[in-house]
C-alpha cells in the first residue's frame, strides 16, 4: 500500500498504530485547529477526536508523487461524514450532523511523512457566509474513490 494509502486507511479504520511505519514520530502539524504542533502521538490523538466523531471517512481523492530517495508530496482529500454524539474537543454533543471535506497535504522524506498540512476546504469562507447571515451549506458529499468504512455500530459501543 502507498504512504497516502495508509495514511488514508488507517484514519478511516481507526488503527493508528498503522502510521507509525509511514509517519515520522517528530512529525509537524498544521491545522485551522492549531499551527506549529508536532509529534505523532499528538497527531494519533486528534485524530481519535475525529473517528469518535465521524463515523464514516470517505476518500475523495489522493496523489502521491516521491523522487528515487523516496521524497517528495502527496495528499488525501477526504469527507468526513458526521455525527456530533459524544463529547468532541470539550463540547458536550448536540446531535447535529453533517459532512466536512478535508485535505492532508503531505511532505514526505525518506519514506516518512514529516509534515501534515490540514486545510478544511470551506473553513474560512463558511465562517465568514455564516457571519453574514448567508445560508450555510450541509451535508456535501463529493463522489468517493473509496467508500469508507461504516463505524457507528464500534462507536456506539465505546460509548
Same mark, same amino acid.
Given at each position: ?22 509517519? *515520522?514520530?517528530? /512529525?509537524?502539524?498544521? *491545522? ?9 502521538? #499528538?497527531?494519533?490523538? $486528534?485524530?481519535?477526536?475525529? /473517528? ?13 508523487? #516521491?523522487?528515487? *530517495? ?11 461524514? $458526521? ?10 454533543? =448536540?446531535? +447535529? ?8 497535504? #503531505? ?5 516518512? /511523512?514529516?509534515?501534515?498540512? /490540514?486545510?478544511?476546504? =470551506?473553513?474560512? #469562507? ?5 457571519? *453574514?447571515? $448567508? ?15 461504516? +463505524? ?8
Amino acid at each position: 500500500m502507498t504512504i497516502t494509502g495508509t495514511v488514508y486507511d488507517a484514519f478511516q479504520r481507526a488503527e493508528f498504530d498503522r502510521w507509525d511505519e509511514v509517519i *515520522s514520530d517528530d /512529525v509537524e502539524i498544521n *491545522s485551522p485547529a492549531g499551527y506549529g504542533m508536532r509529534g505523532l502521538r #499528538l497527531f494519533k490523538d $486528534w485524530a481519535r477526536n475525529f /473517528v469518535n466523531l465521524g463515523w464514516r471517512i470517505d476518500l475523495v481523492d489522493e496523489h502521491l508523487a #516521491l523522487d528515487p *530517495s523516496g521524497s517528495g508530496r502527496g495528499f488525501i482529500t477526504f469527507l468526513l461524514h $458526521w455525527k456530533h454524539t459524544k463529547d468532541f474537543l470539550g463540547l458536550a454533543p =448536540t446531535g +447535529r450532523e453533517g459532512t466536512s471535506v478535508e485535505t492532508m497535504l #503531505l511532505t514526505i522524506d525518506n519514506g516518512k /511523512v514529516t509534515r501534515i498540512d /490540514v486545510a478544511s476546504n =470551506t473553513a474560512d #469562507l463558511v465562517l465568514y457566509e455564516h457571519e *453574514s447571515g $448567508w445560508p450555510m451549506p450541509h451535508d456535501i458529499r463529493p463522489p468517493a474513490l473509496v467508500e469508507g468504512a461504516d +463505524r457507528r455500530d464500534a462507536i456506539a459501543a465505546s460509548a
